[in-house]
């Protein structure tokens, strides 16, 4: 799974562990992005600080953050992916994101290819499921759209193939921590009893 983890929190480590456990992975490892090519390079914390984050959320010995993009120097998912492969080629990968991002998929560059590329797997996430399954990347790969029954031998499924899960779902957000920790610099900027409101 990829991420700008800006910062991370418990809601990575939910999809990741729904991940983890329901499609019967080995690991699932964290890529922490350098640059997300359509987010703004303007509030984005350096990435050693979102990458000790991510390292700090995950605590378990089978989610592992990781610089391999930035040591790659890929910057778009579809040659990340590619580059993946070729570095290791005996493993089996599955591509794992909250349901937001495919509802934006098809804004990603060669996003078509990334489902050629890899088997994907795609979790619930609060307010996005139909915005996720409307979306054109879900319309236009919906033949080979597998039943959630089939989430555990997905690893090993020749690609195109993904599944959407309906999971429990979890509430985090990086862009609400990133906004309630603004509205605490701002309120302890002012007088007592003022910290709310006007
Ligand atoms: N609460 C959550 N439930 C399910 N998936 C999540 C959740 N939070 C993040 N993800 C997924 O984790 C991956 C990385 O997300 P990202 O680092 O952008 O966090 P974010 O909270 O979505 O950030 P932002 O609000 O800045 O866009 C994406 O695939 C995203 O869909
Ligand atoms: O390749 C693209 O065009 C592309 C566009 C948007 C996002 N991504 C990747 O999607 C992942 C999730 O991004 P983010 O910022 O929403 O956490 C992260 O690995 C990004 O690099 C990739």
Redo the contacts with the bound molecule.
């Keep these: 799974?990829?991420?700008?983890?800006?910062p991370a929190h418990d809601g990575h480590r939910h999809l990741a562990l729904l991940a983890l456990h329901q499609l019967g992975l080995d690991e699932v490892w964290w890529?922490v992005?350098p640059?997300?090519?359509?987010?703004p390079n303007d509030g984005m914390a350096p990435f050693a600080q979102r990458l000790a984050g991510a390292r700090q959320v995950a605590r378990h010995p089978r989610l592992k953050p990781s610089d391999i993009?930035a040591r790659l120097g890929t910057?778009?998912?579809?040659?990340?992916l590619r580059a993946l492969q070729r570095r290791f080629p005996t493993r089996r990968f599955v591509w794992i994101?909250g349901a937001?991002?495919l509802a934006?998929f098809a804004?990603?560059?060669?996003?078509r290819n990334?489902f050629r590329i890899m088997p994907v797997a795609v979790f619930d996430r609060p307010s996005y499921s139909l915005r996720a399954l409307w979306s054109l990347a879900a319309r236009r790969f919906a033949r080979v759209r597998l039943k959630s029954g089939s989430a555990r031998g997905l690893a090993h499924r020749q690609s195109p193939a993904w599944v959407f899960l309906h999971t429990r779902l979890h509430p985090a957000s990086?862009t609400q921590i990133r906004g309630d920790a603004n509205q605490d610099r701002h309120s302890a900027g002012k007088p007592l009893g003022q910290e709310s409101g006007g």
């Design positions: 799974m990829g991420g700008s983890f800006n890529l992005a640059q997300n090519p359509l987010k993009e910057r778009y998912t579809a040659d990340t994101m937001d991002c934006e804004r990603w560059k060669d996003w990334i990086a």
